[in-house]
């Protein structure tokens, strides 16, 4: 029964590259695949991180937080959907987040940098 639940929570946390996205807003991309998700009103907080060298497209929910976590991916494009709190860890280059507002829109660009705001969009170069 173990090995079941086990499995089901797993598969429920998959994303995938072939237009199914993940089950959860709480999502841990495969190795091998590509992350294209947009979150769902009302639901859990929407934290996803995507895979290494692979691409990450997310939108966030206006309504709820949104973590993404993408440092060691090929290239990122997030719409944080103007939700109060958007964090997003981008590789050093290949990133753009949109509708980030607030303090709270929080952009990193590789291990040291922050990325460049011009309105409500960050970059990485």
């Known amino acids: 029964m173990k090995i079941v639940i086990a499995i089901f929570a797993f598969a ?11 089950e959860s807003d709480s ?16 639901g859990p907080p929407c934290h996803v991180q995507c895979a290494t060298g692979q691409a990450c497209d997310v939108t966030c ?5 949104c ?7 090929s290239a990122v494009n997030v719409d944080c959907a103007g939700t109060a709190e958007c964090h997003v860890s981008c590789p050093a280059s290949g990133c753009t987040v949109t509708n980030c507002i607030g303090s709270e829109c929080v952009v990193s660009c590789g291990l040291a940098g922050r990325a460049t705001m011009a309105g409500t969009t960050a970059t990485c170069p």
């Open 61 to 65: 929910e206006a309504s709820e937080e």
């Open 12 to 22: 429920l946390a998959a994303c995938s590259s072939t237009g199914t996205t993940c």
């Open 27 to 42: 999502c841990l991309c495969p190795a091998s695949e590509s992350c294209e998700y947009a979150c769902d009103p009302g």
């Open 67 to 73: 973590h993404v976590e993408a440092l060691s991916s």
